[in-house]
C-alpha cells in the first residue's frame, strides 16, 4: 500500500489487523462457559449498526470492489492541479472508509467464533479486498514524489480543500528516501497478503487448533487449560495447583515449540525483507520511522527499566514474604499477595466502578463514557472460538466503537474492562474533533488513554477499601499491573529486537533458539542468579504464547505508556488543575501528527527524557511503601 493511504485507512491495515470478530445477535446471550454463568449478565454486540445483515455486506463489498477499479484513472493525474489532486485523494479515502468498514465487520463476526466456516470465508473476502486496495493505489507516494515537494506545497496553500490531506501529504514527503518506485510499489502491494500470513497462522493455532490439555486441581475439579483457562486458574491459592496449571499448560506449549518457532520465524523475515526492502538500516529504524519516533525513546526506556530492576526485585521479595514463600518461582507470579473478600467484579459492578473512578476526568468524558455503557457495543464473555484477550475496535469512521471482553467477574477483568473503555472514549474524542483522514491515532499514544484507566481505578479501590486487608490486596493488584506492562512488556520489547537483530545478522531462528533467547532474558528480569526468583527452563516457551510478537515492534509501546500514564496520574492525583485539560487534548488530537509531537505541544511530556519513566518506579515505590507502612500497624 501506498504509505499516504496507508496512514489514511491505519484504523483496518494496523489496528483492526488483531481486532476481529463472528455473527452477534443484538440481545442478551447465554454464556458458554462457567465463569460467563457466575455473570448477571453478559452482552454480545449488536452489528447492525455497521451493517444489517451480510447481505447488506455483500452489497458494500461489490460496491467497494467496483470503486478500486476506478481509481487507477488518477494515475498521472496529481500534478496537474491542486483541484485534480484533490478529487483524487477524496475518492481514495471515500473508498478506503467504506473498505475499512467492510473488513471491520467481517474481523469482528471472525473474532466472536473463529470455527465458523462462513465468518473465515468473509474475513478471507475482506482481507483480499485490501490486498486489490494496496495494488490500486500504490502508485500514489511515487508520483506525490515525482510531482516534487514545491509543487505539493503550492497545492496545499492554494487549495482549503487539501487541509484534511496536509498531515499525510507532509508524511509522504519525509518518506522520501524510503519509498520506492511506481513498479516497486505494486510489488510491495502484491506481496503483502503473503507476507501477513504467519498471524492468521498463530491466531489459528492458537484459538482454535491446538488440542488443550485438562488437569485435576486438589480440590478434585478438572479443568480444561485453554487459553482462558490458564489466565483463571494460574492465580489459584494452592500452590501445588500453580504448579500443576503451569506445568500442565506450557508442557503442551513445548509440544509445539519447532512450528510456532517456524510461523514467529515468517514473521520476523517477514519485518526483515520488508526493511531491506525500503532501504532501512533495520526493522526498528522502520517500526520508529513509522511514526517519526525519535529513536532515544525505545532506548532510554530499556535503560530505565533495566536501571529499575531493583524496584521490580523488591517487590517480588516482598510477594514471596507476603506468600510465605522462600523458594519464589515463576508460578508464584499471578497470585494475589494477599486474599480479602472484595466479592464478584461482575459486569455491573465493574461498570459501577469504572465509571466512578474516572470522574477527574470530567463531564464530557463521562458522557461519551455512559453511552458506551448504554449501548450494544461489547461482547463480553468467553465462548468456544471466540478470540482470546481484550481489545477495543473503532476503525469504522461513522460507527461507534466495539469492545471484546473476555470477562471472568474478577477484579483483573473489571481492569481490563476499565482499560477497553479507555480506548473507545479516546476513539470517541478523536472522531469527534477529527476527520477520517486523521481519526486513527498511534498506539503510542493509544495505550496511555487506556492505562491511565487503570491507575485511576486503582486508586479509586485503594482509597474506598473497607479494610486494611482489603487495601493492601488493591496495592498489591496495583503493583502488579506495574509489573505486567512496564517490566514484562519491556522484556517482550527486548525479546523481540533481539530475535530480529538475530535475523539481521543472518542467524537461524528455531523454536528451540527462541525459547533460549527468551529463558535468558526472564532469568535477568526476574533475578533467578540472585536468587529473586526461579525460573523453570519449562516456561521459558512463554514466547510462543505471545500474540503480539505478530504486530511488529507493538509490545514496548505498553511500557512507553504506562510511563506516560504514570506522569499524567502522578499530576491528576496531585491536584494539578490543568492536566485534565492538555491529557483531552492529546486524545481529541487523534492522528492530526506525529504521537511525540502531540504529547510535547499538547502536554510537555518529552518521552526522549528519563523523567516520562521515572514516574513509573516513583509510584511503584510509593505503593511498596504504603503497603510497609500498613503491615507495620500490626
Same mark, same amino acid.
Given at each position: ?20 470478530l463472528? /455473527?452477534?445477535?443484538?440481545? *442478551?446471550?447465554e454464556?458458554n462457559?462457567?465463569?460467563a454463568?457466575a455473570?448477571s449478565?453478559?452482552? !454480545?454486540?449488536?452489528?447492525? %449498526?455497521?451493517?444489517? %445483515?451480510?447481505?447488506?455486506?455483500a452489497?458494500a463489498y461489490a460496491e467497494?470492489?467496483?470503486?478500486l ?7 498521472? /493525474? ?14 481514495m ?6 473498505? !475499512? ?6 474481523? *469482528?463476526t471472525r473474532d ?10 468473509m474475513?478471507?473476502?475482506?482481507m ?6 494496496n ?5 500514489v507516494?511515487?508520483e506525490l ?8 506545497r ?8 487539501l ?5 499525510? $501529504? ?6 522520501a528516501?524510503?519509498?520506492l518506485?511506481a513498479?516497486?510499489?505494486a510489488?510491495?502491494?502484491q ?5 501477513s ?5 498463530? @491466531? $489459528?493455532?492458537?484459538?482454535? @487448533? ?7 486441581? @486438589? ?6 487449560l ?15 495447583d500453580?504448579?500443576?496449571?503451569f506445568d500442565?499448560?506450557?508442557?503442551a ?6 512450528g510456532?518457532g ?6 520476523? $523475515? ?19 520511522f513509522? %511514526? ?13 527499566v533495566?536501571a ?5 526485585h ?7 514474604q ?8 515463576y ?5 494475589p499477595?494477599?486474599e480479602?473478600?472484595?466479592?464478584v ?13 474516572l470522574?477527574p476526568? +470530567?463531564?464530557?468524558y ?5 453511552? +458506551? *455503557?448504554d449501548?450494544?457495543?461489547m ?9 482470546t484477550?481484550?481489545?477495543m ?14 470477562h471472568?467477574?474478577?477484579y483483573?477483568s ?17 472522531k469527534t ?21 487503570e491507575i ?11 479494610t486494611k486487608?482489603?487495601k $493492601?490486596f488493591?496495592?498489591?493488584e496495583?503493583?502488579e499491573?506495574?509489573? +505486567? /506492562?512496564f ?13 530480529h ?9 528455531t523454536?528451540?533458539k527462541?525459547?533460549?533467547?527468551y +529463558?535468558e ?18 516456561y521459558?516457551i ?10 511488529e515492534?507493538?509490545v ?5 505508556s ?6 499524567f496520574?502522578?499530576q491528576?492525583?496531585?491536584g ?5 485539560e492538555?491529557?483531552l487534548?492529546? *486524545?481529541?488530537?487523534?492522528?492530526s501528527?506525529?504521537p ?8 510537555g511530556l518529552d518521552?526522549t ?6 514516574a513509573?518506579v516513583?509510584r511503584?515505590?510509593s ?12
Amino acid at each position: 500500500m501506498s504509505d499516504f493511504m496507508k496512514k489514511i485507512t491505519y484504523g483496518a491495515s494496523a489496528l483492526a489487523t488483531f481486532m476481529a470478530l463472528g /455473527t452477534a445477535a443484538p440481545v *442478551l446471550a447465554e454464556p458458554n462457559t462457567e465463569a460467563a454463568e457466575a455473570s448477571s449478565e453478559t452482552y !454480545v454486540w449488536d452489528l447492525t %449498526d455497521i451493517y444489517a %445483515d451480510t447481505d447488506e455486506w455483500a452489497e458494500a463489498y461489490a460496491e467497494v470492489e467496483a470503486r478500486l477499479e476506478g481509481l487507477t484513472q488518477y494515475k498521472g /493525474t496529481l500534478g496537474d492541479s491542486a483541484e485534480a489532486l484533490e478529487t483524487a485523494l477524496r475518492d481514495m479515502s471515500d473508498t478506503a472508509k467504506e473498505a !475499512v468498514r467492510v473488513y471491520v465487520y467481517t474481523s *469482528l463476526t471472525r473474532d466472536q467464533d473463529q470455527r465458523v466456516p462462513e465468518s473465515q470465508e468473509m474475513f478471507g473476502k475482506a482481507m483480499a479486498l485490501f490486498q486489490t486496495y494496496n495494488e490500486a493505489v500504490s502508485w500514489v507516494d511515487p508520483e506525490l514524489l515525482t510531482v516534487g515537494e514545491e509543487t505539493i506545497r503550492g497545492f496545499m496553500a492554494e487549495n482549503p480543500d487539501l487541509e484534511p490531506f496536509t498531515f499525510q $501529504l507532509e508524511n509522504t514527503l519525509r518518506r522520501a528516501p524510503y519509498t520506492l518506485d511506481a513498479d516497486g510499489e505494486a510489488l510491495m502491494a502484491q506481496a503483502s497478503l503473503a507476507l501477513s500470513q504467519a498471524n492468521e497462522i498463530y @491466531s $489459528l493455532y492458537a484459538n482454535a @487448533s491446538i488440542t488443550w490439555p485438562t488437569a485435576t486441581l @486438589s480440590d478434585g475439579s478438572e479443568v480444561k487449560l485453554n487459553q482462558a483457562g490458564y489466565s483463571r486458574y494460574r492465580a489459584v491459592s494452592n500452590r501445588d495447583d500453580r504448579k500443576l496449571v503451569f506445568d500442565t499448560f506450557w508442557g503442551a506449549w513445548n509440544e509445539y515449540e519447532s512450528g510456532m518457532g517456524a510461523t514467529l520465524n515468517a514473521q520476523v $523475515l517477514s519485518a526483515v525483507f520488508r526493511a531491506k526492502a525500503r532501504g532501512y538500516d533495520s526493522v526498528l529504524q522502520r517500526a520508529l520511522f513509522d %511514526d517519526n519516533l525519535p529513536p532515544e525513546i525505545y532506548t532510554q526506556l530499556v535503560d530505565q527499566v533495566n536501571a529499575a530492576l531493583p524496584t521490580f526485585h523488591r517487590y517480588l521479595k516482598m510477594r514471596g514474604q507476603m506468600l510465605d514463600i522462600d523458594d519464589l518461582g515463576y508460578f508464584d507470579i499471578y497470585p494475589p499477595i494477599i486474599e480479602a473478600d472484595t466479592g464478584v467484579f461482575d459486569l455491573k459492578r465493574s461498570e459501577e466502578l469504572t465509571f466512578q473512578s474516572l470522574k477527574p476526568f +470530567g463531564e464530557e468524558y463521562l458522557a461519551l463514557l455512559r453511552e +458506551g *455503557l448504554d449501548g450494544k457495543w461489547m461482547h463480553s464473555h468467553p465462548q468456544e472460538g471466540k478470540e482470546t484477550g481484550a481489545y477495543m475496535n473503532g476503525s469504522v469512521y461513522d460507527v461507534h466503537p466495539y469492545v471484546l471482553l473476555n470477562h471472568n467477574d474478577d477484579y483483573d477483568s473489571m481492569s481490563t474492562f476499565s482499560h477497553e473503555w479507555g480506548h473507545a472514549v479516546h476513539t470517541m474524542l478523536a472522531k469527534t474533533e477529527q476527520p477520517f483522514e486523521t481519526a486513527s491515532y498511534s498506539t503510542f499514544i493509544a495505550e496511555m488513554a487506556s492505562t491511565i484507566n487503570e491507575i485511576l481505578l486503582q486508586e479509586y479501590m485503594i482509597e474506598n477499601a473497607e479494610t486494611k486487608e482489603e487495601k $493492601l490486596f488493591y496495592l498489591g493488584e496495583a503493583l502488579e499491573s506495574l509489573r +505486567g /506492562t512496564f517490566f514484562r512488556q519491556t522484556m517482550f520489547g527486548e525479546f523481540e529486537l533481539a530475535i530480529h537483530e538475530a535475523a539481521e545478522r543472518g542467524e537461524p531462528l528455531t523454536g528451540a533458539k527462541m525459547t533460549q533467547m527468551y +529463558g535468558e532474558l526472564l532469568k535477568k528480569y526476574h533475578g533467578h542468579d540472585q536468587g529473586v526468583m526461579n525460573i523453570d527452563d519449562t516456561y521459558a516457551i512463554e514466547w510462543a504464547f505471545i500474540p503480539h510478537f505478530y504486530y511488529e515492534f507493538y509490545v514496548y509501546q505498553y511500557a512507553t505508556s504506562i510511563s506516560g500514564a504514570a506522569w499524567f496520574a502522578e499530576q491528576f492525583l496531585g491536584g494539578d488543575e490543568d492536566v485534565k485539560e492538555n491529557f483531552l487534548n492529546v *486524545l481529541r488530537a487523534g492522528g492530526s501528527d506525529y504521537p511525540h509531537n502531540i504529547l510535547l505541544n499538547e502536554a510537555g511530556l518529552d518521552m526522549t527524557k528519563p523523567d516520562a519513566y521515572q514516574a513509573v518506579v516513583r509510584r511503584m515505590n510509593s505503593i511498596m511503601d504504603r503497603m510497609d507502612a500498613l503491615m507495620a500497624e500490626d
